[in-house]
């Protein structure tokens, strides 16, 4: 017996899954694949870009390879809002990282707020927000 949307949970973390493995390993293309073709991403909390998805994947080819490494942990994720095909998902993140320049690691915690929807080739995400909460050992801000 298949009931629609016995799945819709684990596909959805595997989503999210998917999203923190092309960030860390800086494909993307598979990052791309994350989200739909109009997608609005929002990484202002950070104090990065906010925008479409291939303005924000030209954004993060051009920075984030600057970093030597980053590690996405995703968990606690919960599908908020559910309606057929599209759902609301609030999921944490914590982000330790290598920033240039810096001995010591670096890291980040929030929360990640997806607006998904089921598309032809499964989940994706059309609308991200990032909620940066904490930072710890942040580069010095400049100007």
Known sequence: MNQAGVNDP???????????????????????????DDAHIDYSSAGAIVGGRDEVVDWFAA?????????HYITNIEILESAGDTARVRAMFYNP????????????????????VRTADGWRSRRLREENVWFTNAPARTG
């Open 97 to 116: 990282m290598q920033l240039p320049g810096m001995s010591d690691i670096s890291s980040c915690g929030g929360y990640y707020h997806h607006e998904v």
């Open 63 to 71: 920075n984030f390879g600057v970093l030597p490494w980053t590690m």
């Open 10 to 36: 684990a596909e959805i973390a595997a989503l999210l899954y998917r999203y923190a493995r092309a960030v860390d390993t800086k494909d993307w293309e598979l990052y791309r694949s994350v989200f739909t």
